[in-house]
């Protein structure tokens, strides 16, 4: 049954035939995982409202026709008995971009039967409004477009930080992975050298050399290394399983191939002077920036209304259809219409409340500020500290495996003993599960600096 056991484990952790490196899992990550294909659909759906928030400037077509009739013999004044009125229209209008003026153009026809005499009126005009005040230049009116091109470049960012937010956790979790892996294979090791000092301690017992109290103990913890053993291996079958499912490979293809002890040459930044562009900050940014642009359109808007009107018209008037269009008359007309209201306003209200806010915003990014400097500071000194103790740990693993190969020179020249042998291999075996935590949280450490610096998704 042991034997069937280790065996299954064997192959678990050292068939490595289709094992992925991080930069392969990160990029297989990328490039299928549901979560980057919606950030990218979120980001289409911003560029579709900075189009849609140019849709003012398209031309507004209206049409239509009516039909009226007056009769009746009981008013006086009224020069005609009966009276049929029919009514065309078609008339276009629009906004002019970045200059706040709106055009209309209108052609309506009527014609009137009086009493079986029939009347054409046919008038085409042309009117031209223009802000001199409020609105000039069409400030407000691109309100909607400024606002949807600073979101546009907003979702880019928050997109991008997001996306590393996510990628670190699960870089994160392929770590584990790697030192679940070797957990197991530490797991492994300890089993088999329970199982020669529960050998050693039978034949021991039966040579009446120890105690049945030592062997049960020693019986102890080979079934202890047995339920390590199990734990390990169920725990990294469950990590193999998610990271296997969030890539989409089978399950005995989820091997990492990685190694803990690697030291990398991380690049050194002055956290004071990255952190001001940094894309986490970057978003207060684009909030203060959105909230000065309302700020402009709201003071603009306490301002008076004061419009330049421009009319052309012309109208042709007989009782053939097609003679309406000719002998025209000709007008036009100029003015200037101004408004102010008086009292409370709400735009002094909105004026003071972005006021607010844009303070509120300096507020939360200087305290951001502060918080990712402290952040960045911490993970420079873990990444230092924890780089120096990988090389300190491999220097001490040297010198265990040392130890054992000294000990079994001794066994082999009889001046030791196989327990001896056992015993440094259990320690180097142990020192090494320790070595294999810190390197794995050293790792992560990397992760969580090069995501903090912007580094780990471009």
Wanted: hydrophobic content about 40%; cysteine-free; proline content about 1%.
């Amino acid at each position: 049954m042991l034997k069937r056991f280790s065996l299954v484990i064997f192959l678990l952790v050292s068939l490595n035939t289709n094992a992925i490196t991080l930069n392969e899992f990160s990029k297989r990550l990328i490039d299928s995982h549901p979560y980057f294909i919606q950030l990218s659909l979120s980001e289409e759906t911003s560029l579709l409202d900075q189009k849609a928030s140019l849709t003012y400037s398209d031309w507004n077509i209206k049409a239509g026709a009516s039909e009226t009739f007056t009769g009746g013999e009981d008013t006086s004044s009224r020069l005609y008995k009966d009276l049929y009125s029919t009514r065309y229209e078609v008339s276009a209008s629009r906004k002019v971009e970045n200059s706040g003026a709106s055009v209309n153009l209108k052609h309506s026809l009527t014609r009137n039967d009086k009493d079986s005499s029939a009347s054409h009126a046919n008038i085409l005009s042309f009117d031209y409004v223009r802000p001199l005040l409020q609105n000039k230049n069409g400030l407000n009116d691109r309100l909607a477009i400024d606002l949807a091109s600073l979101d546009l470049i907003a979702k880019k960012v928050n997109t991008n930080e997001q996306a590393e937010i996510f990628l670190a956790a699960k870089l994160t979790k392929f770590i584990d992975l790697a030192l679940k892996q070797e957990i197991v294979k530490n797991h492994k090791i300890s089993l088999d050298l329970s199982k020669q000092q529960l050998d050693l301690d039978e034949e021991r017992f039966k040579s009446s050399l120890i105690e049945k109290s030592a062997l049960i103990q020693q019986k102890d913890f080979f079934v202890k290394a047995k339920q390590q053993l199990l734990q390990s291996t169920k725990e990294l079958i469950i990590t193999r399983i998610e990271l296997a499912n969030l890539i989409g490979l089978k399950e005995s293809e989820m091997i990492a191939d990685f190694d803990l002890f690697e030291v990398h040459s991380l690049s050194k930044i002055d956290p004071n002077s990255f952190v001001k562009d940094s894309r986490l900050i970057q978003k207060f940014d684009f909030d203060k920036a959105r909230l000065q642009r309302q700020l402009i359109t709201f003071q603009d808007k306490t301002m008076p209304s004061a419009n330049l009107n421009l009319g052309l018209s012309s109208m042709g008037e007989n009782d053939k259809y097609f003679g309406s269009f000719g002998n025209r008359d000709y007008s036009w007309n100029i003015g200037v219409d101004i408004s102010y209201p008086l009292g409370s306003r709400k735009e002094l209200i909105d004026v003071e409340r972005i006021e607010i806010s844009i303070d509120n915003v300096d507020a939360k990014k200087k305290e951001a500020e502060i918080t990712n400097i402290q952040q960045i500071n911490y993970l420079l000194a873990q990444v230092d500290l924890l780089s120096e103790l990988v090389i300190l740990y491999l220097e001490q693993g040297s010198l265990a495996e040392e130890m054992v190969i000294e000990e079994k020179i001794k066994f082999a020249e009889a001046r030791g003993q196989k327990s001896l042998i056992i015993i440094a291999e259990r320690n180097a075996n142990l020192a090494n599960l320790t070595y294999l935590q810190a390197a794995g949280t050293y790792q992560k450490i990397v992760i969580d600096y090069k995501a903090a610096i912007d580094k780990l998704y471009n």
